[in-house]
């Protein structure tokens, strides 16, 4: 197999044995960008890494990663994809950045996504849509579209992304790699640009299993610079957990909705039946999806109203006075999809509609989060399909914003309760990548991953 083909776990154990170098591992998958990314678009920024020696004998042994561009890397510019911080450079690196750096990882580049990772196809980047490598017709998936396309396509082993209602795990679907989003609190968001403080999670994207469980296991834990983050240390991933275990698994009745594409349907059908899956029927998940689009707008304009053209990023000229500043910086330096988030998050926060619409969101958040609890107490897993469909065809639901937000329907509810979920790719082969969903309790992200990585080895 080719380095590109290998997910990080077998190229350390390769530079281990002495079979390659991290220097030769770093200048392939230099060539491997500068050979694809003009056609993928799948960097914003791509780093000088190949001579990056510094992280030569420690674990990651010089590794390259991509680091999705909401993530800040010291001394490289974060945009966020938009025009608002398009000349903006980070000053200090994120935690889970510096964890991976400390452990020999050398990053590759910044990679491309939705404005201030607002959307689930990648097309509203400043920078211009990523191209799926499976199918350059079709989006990549979002938010996290340019991590997920680098990986798959081979430009890096593995990546970092950001998660607020399924911005890691459906572009991975999408794509046809791997995609792990932790608990809540588990991974730290110090340097993570925020979109809705109470949703946004770092995750990963890798080409397997076992590397999403290395980088977790690298970069989770207590950080002083997050209030946020659960104080235990977490667990170490026993791979061997469920060999001598029967894992409790339930499937969600609306994985065989109409709504679900059929070839899915009877894929996931048949994985819930070798898993001996029993299905549940959870009708407030019909309520997921409203309630994180009324969250996450109103968390989002209170994060995004810091960007003023006053103290840093896009200024807008020739402004009358500082009403006017802000009102043409703001109009000038965000794009559609984030102007459109921003008014939902202030009307459903205004006067006489905080009642009606947030608080009641943030009741029929707590709802869910108590009716999956009861469920968590009798499985250990709930499956589902990751999205409805496989990629679609760029344009093709750019004028119909509801039929955007609803690819996040199987998606949304682990970032609403703090669970840990992950996607693993399960199309069949000549078929357009989608992916299974396996959610597991809050802080029960040892057990996910243990539990995924038996059901890859079965069914990938």
């Not at 006017?324 to 988030?341: C, I, S």
């Not at 093709?396 to 937000?405: G, L, N």
Request: aromatic residues 10%.
């Amino acid at each position: 197999m080719e380095l590109h083909q290998l997910p990080v776990h077998i190229l350390i154990d390769l530079i281990r044995e002495g079979r390659t170098s991290p220097a030769s591992v770093r200048e392939y998958f230099a060539r491997r960008i500068d050979q694809l990314n003009g056609d993928l678009n799948a960097f914003i920024t791509v780093l000088d890494f190949a001579r990056d020696d510094s992280g030569d004998g420690k674990p990651l042994a010089g590794v390259p990663v991509a680091v999705k561009d909401n993530i800040s890397v010291a001394g490289v510019r974060l945009t966020c994809g938009s025009r608002m911080l398009e000349n903006f450079e980070a000053v200090y690196d994120a935690t889970a950045v510096a964890r991976l750096k400390q452990a020999g990882a050398v990053i590759a580049g910044k990679t491309n996504l939705d404005e201030f990772a607002m959307g689930s196809s990648n097309e509203y980047s400043y920078f211009g849509a990523v191209k799926n490598p499976a199918d350059p017709e079709r989006v990549p998936g979002g938010s996290s579209g340019g991590s997920a396309a680098a990986v798959a396509a081979g430009m890096v082993p593995a990546a970092l992304g950001s998660d607020t209602g399924g911005s890691v795990r459906q572009p991975a679907s999408f794509c046809g790699i791997v995609g792990f989003k932790p608990s809540y609190g588990r991974i730290s968001r110090w340097g993570l640009v925020a979109f809705a403080s109470s949703l946004d999670q770092i995750g990963f994207l890798t080409r397997d299993v076992r590397d999403a469980a290395l980088l977790y296991e690298i970069t989770a834990g207590p950080d002083e610079h997050d209030a946020t983050m659960i104080q235990s240390p977490p667990e170490r991933v026993d791979f061997n957990m469920w060999n001598d275990r029967t894992p409790r698994v339930a499937v969600l009745s609306q994985s065989f909705s109409d709504s679900v594409a059929e070839s899915i349907r009877d894929r996931i059908g048949e994985i819930a039946s070798k898993l001996g899956a029993e299905k549940i029927e959870i009708p407030e998940l019909e309520y997921a999806v409203p309630i994180y689009y009324i969250i996450a707008p109103a968390e989002a304009s209170a994060n995004l109203a810091r960007y003023d053209g006053v103290r840093y990023g896009f200024r807008a000229e020739d402004v009358a006075d500082a009403v006017d500043l802000y009102f043409r910086t703001r109009t000038q330096g965000f794009g559609p999809e984030v102007k459109r988030r921003i008014m939902i998050g202030t009307f459903v926060l205004s006067a006489g509609y905080q009642d009606e619409y947030f608080k009641r969101a943030q009741k029929g958040r707590r709802l869910l989060a108590n009716k999956l609890g009861e469920v968590f107490e009798r499985f250990d897993f709930v499956i589902s399909p990751t999205t409805t469909t496989a990629a679609f065809r760029f344009g093709e639901r750019t004028e119909d914003p509801i039929s955007m937000y609803l690819s996040d329907y199987f998606t949304v509810i682990a970032n609403l309760i703090g669970a840990p979920a992950i996607s693993i790719p399960v199309h069949r082969e000549g078929e357009l990548p989608y992916g299974l969903q396996i959610m597991a309790a809050p802080r029960h992200d040892a057990e996910l991953l243990s539990f995924a990585a038996a059901v890859e080895e079965k069914f990938v």
